[in-house]
């Protein structure tokens, strides 16, 4: 019999004959990185202002992102979008958030290709790219761009982190979580978090653990592999949670309030070279009460505010730095070629008072002073919920004007520190070339000289649209070479070109004005109100002189705003942002492909993983009951039946002491509680909580349907009581959790988990009745999962 040989190009380069002796083998090459090939690590951090972190003259200490940037390069002109899940899109990509279709948060998608939320696979992500090239891929913490109603344990799975390049992932899927109780996903799959409160967990630690984990997993096992890790922490996303002993580092240190704060840390930021020392401060916000104008008071409390989120902010740093550590220790930190950047500005979402409980404000419960005062030592601890008030958020931004969500510099304009001291030999220097957040990935492409690939997985790549500033590292005095960049969120536009910045934003350049006008935040954009805004909503700013955007030269220079209109309009044509979209609660209940709002009936099983708060009955303002069908051994049982939220808002339907019981958290304020009057018996039994509303919410107070709420066993009333009030919008945000409670717990008359101890055959909610809709409402719940 003749041998048969197979050729190189085809399935198998060797000689396979009869036997052994008369074949010759052949290994597959595997894919290997150049020898001198960098690690890469993308810091992406959450609402930090651009004035806040001291390594760009904050006053929150930031000693390891200091190392950074003394190691390397202040980046000062570096631009997001605004947003968080558009700008995480733009980093990954190296494309323009509506070419991603990222208009703005996931559950905000729309049916137009700029605003679906499903991002493309012929844009490719940087983990994509980098396995072809003998990477290892690593994400630890915040994903948030996967569309809501793939983000459940029934998937699908291919826009999760391992869908797109990355080969483990431990982090959040959504856009916030409790750092004390967090909803983590390993891989594809729900898991409780590996510590207790009282073992000193902490979202941010546990996210450094496992990124390191991950390096020295790789390291030990293939030690000539570089890897790729996008590490993208909880903080400083509210709620502001961390430990006393890091808040109290604080204690006074901003007691001169928000405006003194601004001051100073514009003359540091002018220290640092990072403005000339003629560049002016941005004038007094109008949303922003004068800090001399509070009482002794408001101030004490709105301090306190402002510490915790700084021993916030620098707990976060101090893990960095526990990463930073490990790649000393293996040699691998001079050869790492790590970003940092944050997503956006400062965030505003605590108001203009500040909350305790933000899940307050999001249900239109306002707090009063005397509410916070007696608890304000609990902020940033397990019982709190907390954001500053906004007028931290405007000095977090200095020295530039308002905060995330508006393309004003303070939501778009962010700080970037580049540091690869191998592959850099400038240290400590300030870089003011132009530059976006799409611009990350080309930059990081050209450092490591790979092309863009033509296709990734079968599927032809779209250009990358952002360009690398790698020519940027060891020239200070080189060009840029991004000279346009358009920016809308919102339906608040901007556009930067050569030096120039029109902006126009929607409902106006602050919320006093948008509100004179008639218009608020999140109202429909006619063609009407979009023709008056094009005739003269627009402001102009020379901010190659005026950075902070100080004097609007609309009037001076007509025909050079008229020129940034059209091109902001060529701009928006090129990159799918048309049509124009200024709503918020309209693109919440846009039809799309995702589970009816309208489904009457739910069905639990125990012990399986939580269920993501977008996925969980509509239990608010309507007739609803809950059924469990149950064995209760010999001697009784105890535990969670079904639960949901946390102490910020909930409600948990539970066996304790041989009763059965119903706990209504109303906004950590009030526990409303109903119970049994006799125990539950041995057996087979049925247990069913029932409401029915007694009255009507009233919303814009904060206030729930008041109603009545029964205990019933195998059919009989065991329990029955009347509830004032109840939560009108939304619990906290944790999921829903059948058998046991999921993270924290609703009523601190248990601890978590509190698993049942006997057998839980399903437990079904019904909902009857219509949901009482409110749009505002809607609105204030969306922005809180930001």
């Known amino acids: 019999m003749s041998l048969k040989e197979y050729k190189p190009g085809t399935s198998f380069p060797g000689v396979i004959g009869r036997t052994v002796s008369e074949s010759s083998s052949s290994w597959p090459e595997p894919t290997r990185a150049r020898a001198d090939a960098p690690n890469v690590i993308f810091f992406v951090l959450d609402d930090v202002g651009y004035g806040q972190m001291s390594a760009f003259g904050g006053l929150v200490n930031t000693p390891n992102i200091e190392r950074l940037a003394k190691n390397g390069l202040r980046y000062t002109n570096m631009h997001t979008t605004a947003l968080c899940s558009p700008t995480r899109s733009c980093i990954l990509t190296g494309r323009n958030h509506h070419s991603n279709g990222v208009a703005a948060i996931m559950e905000t998608a729309t049916g137009f290709p700029g605003y679906d939320g499903r991002m493309p696979f012929e844009n490719g992500m940087l983990p994509e790219m980098l396995l072809a090239h003998g990477y290892n891929t690593f994400c630890t913490g915040k994903w948030h761009l996967s569309p809501a109603e793939e983000s459940t344990p029934a998937g699908p799975f291919h826009r999760w982190p ?87 580092k604080y204690k006074g240190k901003f007691d001169m309030g928000w405006d003194k704060y601004r001051e100073i840390v514009f003359a540091r930021q002018k220290e640092l070279g990072i403005f000339p020392p003629d560049a002016e401060l941005s004038p007094h916000d109008p949303d922003v009460p004068e800090w001399d104008s509070l009482s002794d008071e408001q101030k004490m409390l709105y301090s306190r505010f402002m510490e915790v989120f700084a021993g916030f902010l620098e707990h976060c740093d101090y893990q960095l730095g526990r990463i930073l550590k490990a790649l000393e220790d293996i040699g691998e930190l001079d050869n790492t070629l790590i970003m940092l950047i944050p997503d956006n500005g400062a965030s505003s979402e605590g108001g203009v008072n500040g909350a305790f409980n933000e899940m307050s404000s999001f249900n239109y419960y306002y707090e009063k002073l005397e509410e916070i005062l007696p608890r304000m030592e609990e902020l940033g601890g397990p019982m709190s919920y907390n954001h500053y008030p906004w007028g931290w958020s405007w000095a977090g931004n200095t020295p530039f004007r308002r905060w995330k969500k508006e393309v004003y510099r303070g939501g778009s304009t962010d700080n970037l520190i580049v540091s690869w001291p191998r592959g850099i030999k400038a240290r400590g220097e300030n870089r003011f070339q132009y530059a976006h957040a799409i611009d990350m990935l080309p930059t990081v492409l050209d450092a490591l000289g790979i092309e863009p690939p033509e296709s990734i997985r079968g599927v032809t790549q779209s250009p990358i649209e952002g360009v690398s500033f790698a020519h940027t590292f060891d020239d200070a005095e080189a060009p840029t070479n991004h000279y346009t960049q358009y920016f809308e969120m919102f339906a608040c536009r901007a556009i930067d070109h050569d030096g120039w910045r029109a902006v126009c934003g929607f409902p106006g350049p602050s919320y006093t004005e948008g509100a004179e006008k008639g218009h608020k935040f999140g109202d429909e954009i006619t063609p009407e109100i979009l023709d ?131 706990i209504h958290n109303y906004l950590g304020l009030e526990e409303l509680k109903v119970s049994s009057t006799v125990d539950v018996p041995d057996g087979a039994v049925t247990l069913r909580y029932e409401f029915e509303p007694t009255g009507k919410p009233d919303l814009r107070n904060g206030r729930g349907a008041p109603g009545r709420g029964q205990l019933y066993i195998d059919g009989k009333l065991v329990g029955n009581t009347e509830f004032p009030t109840t939560v009108p919008i939304t619990f906290g945000i944790e999921g829903l959790s059948c ?18 101890t006997g057998k839980i055959h399903q437990v079904t909610v019904d909902l009857s009745g219509e949901l009482i809709e409110d749009e505002e409402a809607e609105v204030q719940i969306l922005m809180a999962r930001q």
Request: with cysteine; proline share 7%; glycine share 10%.
């Open 162 to 248: 391992l869908g797109r390049g990355f080969e483990r992932f431990y982090g959040f899927l959504g856009g916030e979580t409790n750092q004390w109780f967090p909803d983590l996903t390993y891989d594809n799959h729900s898991v409780p978090q590996p510590g207790s409160l009282e073992e000193g967990y902490h979202l941010d630690k546990d996210l450094a653990d496992h990124a390191i984990q991950f390096i020295l997993d790789a390291h030990v096992n293939a030690p000539e592999k570089p890897f790729f890790l996008y590490h993208a922490p909880g903080c400083a996303h509210a709620p502001h949670q961390v430990s006393k002993e890091w808040s109290d």
């Open 532 to 662: 008056e805004l094009d005739a003269s909503g627009w402001e102009l700013y020379h901010i190659a002189k005026d950075p902070a955007e100080c004097h609007n030269l609309a009037d001076r220079y007509p025909a050079k705003l008229k020129e940034m209109i059209a091109r902001w309009y060529v701009e928006a044509g090129k990159y799918q942002v048309l049509p124009l979209d200024g709503t918020v609660m309209q693109r919440l209940v846009a039809e799309r492909p995702r589970l009816s709002k309208t489904q009457n009936h739910y069905t639990f099983y125990p012990n399986l993983s939580v269920v993501p708060i977008g996925n969980t009955p509509m239990l608010f303002n309507r007739p609803h009951s809950i059924t469990a069908e149950v064995e209760i051994p010999t001697g009784g049982a105890e535990g969670v039946l079904l639960a949901q939220g946390g102490i910020a808002g909930g409600f948990v339907f539970y066996l304790k002491g041989g009763k059965l019981h119903y």
């Open 739 to 756: 058998g046991y409670d999921f993270g924290e717990v609703v009523s601190h008359e248990y601890h978590a988990p509190f698993t049942f």
